[in-house]
């Protein structure tokens, strides 16, 4: 039932508005007290982490019929979106753990759900999600490592070239070839423990934004990986992820990247409004150009809200057309090759907006604020450097384009 809650005009459900809640007090009360330091040294935000842990944020998206409170892609966009405009570098934290957490809840067995998705539920675990790979970098569809099978189990050594919580995570989702003749789109799919002695994190991250996150690269150097640590068939990894990891990872990066936004307008805001010239005695807040990007930045906010929020929609929608075929072949074809369906378009579109919404208001923030925002430490341009990664995060920008051409157009796409 929508209540009175009301979030800049969408109402929200009772629970939706607790969760929102929930994640808002962490974002105030942990997470942003935090965020300066998290960015300028670098470090990864364990304050942050165990705040969301506490606050059972974890465990939103576990099903309903695995024993959660089955969070819906809307709530997790609105927990993710909160957290950002606390800190980023937590908040994608977040959002790649979300990423793993429908995969996985859609391919357990009942002895995984007892090992995998209980310490998530309880907020024990943190997931990290390993796809990119040096060979094919943002063509995160494509893997060159494979698994080799052995007695009881499966060697991996596969060299993932960044993957957020890197180092800190208490589980690694893994996807890899299936074996060495397979094709590079014939995913299996591992969890893969944190304590692992043969995980190797390399070097130290040291990003342009989003410092705090770890994203370093991270070497799976020969983990012997019981049998029941790959979910589902040899083979699903790739239909799999694309019907319940994709919707929940683009969506959460756009929400990332609309709450670093938000952020950024927050801050340009409180600044123009204390910013009081001594020839004048006005405040910056009454100078026409300032307003004008004011009410720019919100119009570009308000744009990107509607969409996320809509295609959160969309995605939830999805999930259950894609849990009618779960079991059946048919899964693979609808999200290879269904060019009618317009829904992985505008979850395409709507990264790249995001993305691009993020950096344009950051930018506009700066602008603003003046000289003062060009200094290390200034909200707004932590936030443009964050936002920044927006583009670059898989697929990219442009290779998103490129699909959403090929989808519209009807050429084939790469894994096709
Ligand atoms: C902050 C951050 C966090 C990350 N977290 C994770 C994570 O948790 N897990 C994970 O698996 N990965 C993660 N990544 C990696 C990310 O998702 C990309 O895979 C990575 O940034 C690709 O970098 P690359 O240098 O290999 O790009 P490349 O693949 O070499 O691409 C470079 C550029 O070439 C262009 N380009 C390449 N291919 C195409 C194409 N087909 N069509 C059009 N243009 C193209 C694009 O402009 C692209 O930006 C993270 C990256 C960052 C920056």
Known sequence: MPN???????????????????????????????????????????????????????????????????GSIVTGMLVTEA???????????????????????????????????DPILSGEWLGAFAMSEPGSGNRIWHMDSHAVEEDGGFLIDSFKSFATSSGHADFYLVPVRANADVGPTDLSLFVIDGKDEHIEPKGVWDGMGLRGNSSRPVHFNGCRVPREHRLGEPTAGFSFMMAYALPIYLVGLSACYLGIAQAAFDA??????????????????TVETVQRYVGEMKVRIDQARAAVLRVAQMSDNATVLF?????????????????????????????????????????????????????????????????????????????????MGNQLLGTPQPWA
């Not at 937590?90 to 995998?116: G, K, N, W």
Request: charged share 25%; net charge negative.
């Open 323 to 403: 849990d009618e075929f779960r079991e059946s072949e048919l899964l693979d074809e609808i999200v290879r090759e269904n060019p009618d369906d317009p829904y992985f378009v505008e979850l395409a579109a709507l990264k790249v907006m995001a993305a691009e919404t993020a950096v344009a208001v950051s930018h506009m923030a700066i602008q603003v604020c003046g000289g003062v925002a060009y200094r290390r430490g200034h909200v707004t341009e932590r936030c443009y450097r964050d936002a920044r990664a927006g583009s670059l995060m898989a697929p990219s920008d442009d290779t998103l384009k490129v699909i």
């Open 268 to 285: 340009a805001v409180a600044h123009v409004k204390g910013r009081i010239h001594s020839d004048t005695g006005r405040s910056l807040a």
């Open 83 to 117: 957290l950002a405009k606390g800190c980023a570098s937590t908040a994608m934290c977040y959002a790649m753990h979300q990423s793993t957490v429908p995969l996985i809840c859609s391919l357990v067995d009942d002895d995984q759900a007892e090992r995998f998705v």
């Open 4 to 70: 009175a809650l009301n979030l800049d005009g969408i109402a929200l459900t009772t629970e939706q508005g607790q969760w929102r809640r929930a994640a808002e007090q962490v974002a105030r009360d942990v997470l942003a007290p935090h965020a300066a330091d998290v960015d300028r040294y670098g470090e990864f935000p364990h304050e942050g982490i165990t705040a969301v842990r506490e606050a059972k944020l974890l465990g939103l998206m576990v099903p309903e019929s695995l024993g959660g409170p089955g």
